[in-house]
């Protein structure tokens, strides 16, 4: 499967692909909404003052626990990026949803601090094969043609937990406390994402049957290696923007219900207002995916992700308006929303799918190192002024700086070319499909 488009774009949409994997992309949503990338972060805000009133803990205790969530995914990530390429995705995922749902009931056993981010660590690990590694994997093996919006129905996962987590765990936790939530977190991936998994990975993917059929009969998908992507120049721009926006975004989801109190909300307006970030993230998604597949991803990238520094630039200056801090709210969810599909586009657009898995990884590590230090320098400017206008105006500067580097990027590469000149190398056994890309996706 060639990774460029060999005519202009239509506006209309092909359904051809989503005919054929439609189960693939029901399967990838919902394993983005129960993954250990979403659940955790989206969830965390909600749970923070129930620990802190159930277990006596200070706000500041407990806010350092993403960042250990986060350190350990930078190194658990690059472990399934390797595993998925060795074993495949099916067992990676399937192991990894049963060893999620373990780790959230451990967490209900917790009675120190220090026990919290131990089980927050583990989570990491424990979920590292659920992952956008493995989901956007799966779907860009079935879909090039309409790609950008695949993806972004499948990141939709992401807007469906920032809507559904805040209000449904306020509910559960009014009802059996801090502790019925995780269990509620626990049963997710156990009982919606694992059996369907069971049935719907298959390992007659498009793109490599049409690789299969490539001169010489070997199962090869196009692309760069791990090692040519990482002397880019282009991927470490990608990288360095991405990272900015989102530092961003992790201190805004972690933050906003918090902030919101602070101003003078109760919990359920707080919750309210954060609610439609998940609404506006939906549907940035899917706009921002339908149009990469017709225009050029920097150039959407760059409007979209200008977005929430206008968001966060009206929370600093909004009180208690609920209109206006909705708006705002909406503002941050529109760009967010846009941060991960772009990503995983750029990767497969840019650099191809030769070594996805691994390329990918790495890509996560890097956002990842960003991402867990950023709660601990959000933590300390809050600590520092007692107010969230120093994490504002971060935000505002590192949206707006990372939407414009990205225009950088340049025009799309001829991945058919590098590919066919990559796969003299692949003697060496770093480019081969047929047990990671092939017959287990």
């Known amino acids: 499967m060639s990774s460029q488009h060999q005519s202009s774009p239509s506006l209309a ?34 749970l923070v003052l129930p620990l802190q009133e159930g277990l006596g803990w200070s706000r500041e205790q407990i806010q350092p626990t993403i960042s250990f969530l986060l350190v350990a995914t930078i190194i658990a990530v690059q472990i399934s990026g390797w595993l998925i390429r060795r074993y495949g ?20 056993l917790v009675t120190e601090v220090w026990q919290l ?8 690990f424990a979920g590292m094969g659920t992952t956008m590694v493995t989901w956007t994997q799966l779907v860009n093996l079935w879909f090039e043609r ?11 996962g992401t807007g469906s937990a920032a809507l559904v987590l805040p209000p449904l765990l306020s509910w559960v936790i009014g009802l059996g406390g801090w502790k019925a939530g995780y269990w509620l977190l626990a049963l997710l991936p156990l009982l919606i994402t ?46 360095i923007a991405l990272l900015l926006s989102v530092t961003a975004m992790v201190g805004m989801v972690t933050s906003t219900i918090p902030m919101l109190r602070d101003k003078g909300l109760s919990a359920s307006d707080a919750a309210l207002a954060f609610s439609i970030y998940g609404v506006s993230l939906i549907l940035g998604r899917i706009v921002v995916g339908y149009l990469v597949d017709r225009l050029w991803a920097p150039g959407v990238a760059f409007v979209v992700l200008a977005m929430p520094a206008v968001g966060c630039l009206m929370f600093s200056i909004v009180d208690t308006h609920m209109h206006s801090l909705m708006l705002a709210s909406a503002l941050v969810g529109l760009g967010a929303g846009a941060e991960m599909d ?5 990767m497969a657009r840019y650099f ?13 590590g890097f956002i990842g190192l960003g991402a867990a230090l950023a709660p601990l320098y959000f933590n300390y400017l809050f600590a520092q002024s007692g107010s969230y206008a120093g994490l504002l105006l971060h935000c505002t500067i590192s949206f707006a700086l990372g939407a414009a580097l990205l225009l950088m990027m340049g025009r799309y590469p001829d991945l058919g070319r590098v590919g066919t000149l990559a796969h003299a190398e692949d ?7 047929s047990r990671s890309q092939g017959q287990e996706a």
């Open 13 to 46: 949409i092909d359904f051809t692909e989503f005919r054929l994997g439609w189960r693939i992309l029901i399967l990838s949503l919902l394993g983005i909404a129960t993954s250990v990338s979403v659940v955790p972060l989206y969830s965390f805000g909600s």
């Open 89 to 108: 995705l099916r067992p990676v995922a399937i192991i990894s949803l049963i060893a999620l749902s373990l780790a959230y009931w451990l967490v209900t």
């Open 117 to 124: 981010y131990a089980c927050y660590t583990l989570l990491a």
């Open 146 to 156: 309409n790609r950008g919006l695949a993806l972004a129905i499948i990141l939709c």
């Open 194 to 239: 694992l059996p369907l998994s069971l049935f719907w990975i298959r390992s007659d993917s498009p793109a490599v049957i049409t690789a299969a059929g490539t001169p010489g009969g070997a199962p090869r998908l196009v692309g760069m290696s791990l090692g040519e992507t990482a002397r880019s120049l282009r991927f470490w721009l990608c990288n």
């Open 342 to 346: 772009i990503a995983a586009f750029l």
């Open 352 to 364: 191809g799918m030769r070594d996805y898995s691994r390329i990918f990884s790495l890509h996560m």
């Open 427 to 433: 003697h060496d056994g770093t480019a081969p499909v």
